[in-house]
């Protein structure tokens, strides 16, 4: 009998080792080797927008497609739900940081973002929710964006959708897909922690909805981009395998748009980018479409000259449209409330890259490191006037605390403090919940810090600079102290005697729900960006002079270029961002098949990796 365990651990390694090498493997074999020198369609970016484009363009055996990636393949350590928050600050986050923000710790914010193919899809935290269908019939009423109301973005969700459980399909017929690329599934199995918390979030009178359905207020276990327990990405439903008709370049870093001028105007011609230290260029004979996310795709356009005047010659760039780029951009605000959970309903033992569960999770796809399950609430301030149109959340999830120095990191102010704080933490469940403010008054800029492209930009989303904003932050922040205090989940969690560095608790007769000074406090100390990133690159009527796009997604004043990522949102959903940008590279698609009429031209020359083979350009 004992002779066995080291045989089995043996096994459940060599299993582990080669699943990893093999996966990476084929994720390294899925980049192209070469290129040609010109291309139908060139996509700058293969996150959710760029990657669903070109995955859709590259299906009509016509049309040539170019991806450029700056960053790198797919990673076996993205592909495990459980490690979402492990890819923080690694290789594949572009690791963006924000100017201070006055009402939070008067400190940057972390804006992490996905380096990879697939974008922020193959590093985020792969929950699927769409936002309310109100947001988006604001997007054509308000902004004058035709074409984008729900009704009409909602066949593109049911087109890439495929939902795998049956019971959410049949209680919302017509609101979801079960025939499209991308799997959006439920945990059947969550912990007993998140179970008690719904059930607690239920007795508080909040229905169980689906949130992607008719009512979006209410409380559910999120549905997640997850098949059998490995995250989903754009990249793998869209992009693998690779299309003959497509190149796919990863480290490929684009510098530049480039265009020809004429008396007819603008007209972009192609894109110039470095790869292993050369810069290349390469030529689209129909379209540049732009999807570099949030703070990259404004800082391309302006790097290429387009963008506000006063700007781009303060830092020395030949204008050649004058347009509001990075303007409009907004985020929405976190705050975040840890309490340790009762041991008793933690469930398996804490996630972890262990052999045991990393073997659970490549063998059959189980285990706790195979989800990342959230339960979500969504609800409305005391002034909101549309309670169908909630505008607060909060999400609560469970997390096995096995690294201190990961919890510190998320404070980059007071360390110390914040270290001896989380000292009582360690190696324990908690229970992290975090209260969010989904619809902002708070708008703010992306700026170019300078005309180098390998400069981050100057990002400034102005967090809570809105005095309702930040009042209503106040609001569902002081609500999840009272859950969390006074539920019948209150007897499953503790909080620490001691508050939060930097913040004191009110007199004991106060309760902490009450005590304002505190609330205060939390919101500035542990303040953070939702990771909802979005606007940058307004789309709308483009009479309005505040939009960068017309309502098809095109550059105004400029031909053959098109914006296709979260940029082009007027205002941000009351979600997370991925679901909503998978509607956009849809419908982006779609329309660029019925401006172009479906065909394709012939094949360019053929560039190898390490050099250039010479053509005429008039950039």
């Given at each position: 009998m004992y002779a066995k365990a080291p045989i089995s651990l043996i096994i459940q390694m060599m299993t582990v080792s080669l699943v990893s090498i093999e996966r990476q493997l084929n994720y390294d074999s899925l980049p192209s080797k070469e290129w040609q020198s010109e291309y139908d369609y060139v996509v700058i970016g293969s996150g959710t927008g760029g990657g669903i484009v070109a995955g859709r363009l590259a299906e009509n055996p016509h049309n040539t497609v170019l991806v450029l990636e700056a960053g790198v393949t797919q990673r076996v350590t993205s592909d495990i739900p459980a490690n979402a928050d492990g890819l923080l600050d690694s290789r594949i986050d572009w690791r963006f940081r924000t100017e201070p923000q006055q009402y939070f710790t008067g400190v940057g914010l972390d804006y992490n973002m996905g380096k990879l193919l697939g974008g922020s899809s193959s590093f985020n935290g792969m929950h699927y929710n769409r936002g309310n269908r109100r947001h988006y019939d604001e997007w054509a009423q308000k902004y004058g964006a035709v074409g984008w109301s729900y009704e009409e973005l909602l066949p593109y969700w049911l087109k890439s959708e495929n939902n795998t459980d049956p019971a959410i399909v049949a209680a919302n017929p017509g609101l979801h897909g079960t025939t499209g690329p991308l799997v959006v599934s439920s945990d059947l199995n969550p912990r007993p922690v998140i179970q008690l918390h719904e059930q607690a979030v239920t007795e508080w009178g909040f229905q169980r909805v689906d949130i992607n359905g008719p009512r979006q207020a209410g409380t559910m276990i999120a549905q997640s981009n997850i098949d059998a327990g490995t995250r989903q990405s754009v990249a793998t439903a869209y992009l693998t395998p690779r299309p003959k008709n497509m190149d796919i370049l990863t480290e490929a870093y684009v510098t530049q748009i480039l265009f020809t001028k004429t008396h007819e105007g603008l007209t972009a011609t192609g894109v110039k980018f470095d790869k292993k230290g050369q810069s290349h260029v390469v030529t689209a004979r129909k379209e540049v479409i732009l999807s570099a996310g949030m703070?990259?795709?404004?800082?391309?356009?302006?790097?290429?000259?387009?963008?506000?005047?006063?700007?781009?010659?303060?830092?020395?760039?030949?204008?050649?449209?004058?347009?509001?780029?990075?303007?409009?951009?907004?985020?929405?605000?976190?705050?975040?409330?840890?309490?340790?959970?009762?041991?008793?309903?933690?469930?398996?033992p804490g996630a972890g890259l262990n052999t045991q569960q990393l073997f659970q999770l490549f063998h059959n796809g189980t285990g706790p490191l195979s989800r990342g399950t959230n339960s979500m609430t969504y609800l409305s301030s005391a002034h909101n006037p549309d309670p169908e149109w909630p505008n607060i959340f909060f999400y609560s999830t469970a997390r096995f605390n096995g690294d201190l120095a990961v919890m510190v990191n998320e404070f980059p102010s007071n360390t110390a403090a914040w270290r001896e704080y989380f000292g009582v933490y360690n190696r324990t469940f908690i229970l992290e919940s975090s209260p969010h403010l989904f619809i902002c008054r708070s708008y703010g800029t992306v700026r170019l810090a300078s005309k180098d492209p390998y400069a981050h930009p100057i990002i400034d989303p102005r967090m809570l600079s809105d005095p309702q904003d930040y009042a209503e932050m106040v609001e569902i922040t002081r609500f999840v102290l009272k859950f969390l205090l006074t539920s019948s989940f209150a007897k499953w969690i503790q909080f620490t005697p001691n508050p939060i560095p930097g913040c004191q608790y009110c007199p004991k007769e106060v309760p902490l729900w009450e005590c304002d000074q505190y609330i205060n406090c939390l919101i500035r100390m542990?303040?953070?960006?939702?990771?909802?990133?979005?606007?940058?690159?307004?789309?709308?009527?483009?009479?309005?002079?505040?939009?960068?796009v017309d309502p098809r997604l095109r550059v105004k004043q400029v031909s053959r270029l098109r914006v296709c990522d979260a940029s082009v949102m007027p205002a941000l959903p009351n979600s997370n961002t991925n679901a909503a940008v998978i509607a956009i590279g849809e419908k982006c698609a779609d329309m660029i098949g019925q401006d172009n009429g479906g065909h394709g031209g012939n094949r360019g020359l053929r560039v190898s990796a390490t050099h250039d083979t010479e053509y005429g350009y008039n950039g």
């Open positions: 703070v990259m795709t404004p800082a391309l356009l302006m790097l290429s000259g387009i963008g506000h005047k006063e700007h781009l010659d303060k830092v020395g760039i030949d204008t050649l449209v004058d347009l509001p780029v990075g303007d409009n951009i907004q985020d929405h605000p976190a705050s975040t409330i840890h309490t340790i959970i009762d041991p008793r309903i933690t469930g398996p542990t303040g953070k960006s939702g990771y909802h990133y979005g606007g940058g690159a307004r789309m709308g009527d483009p009479k309005r002079p505040d939009t960068v």
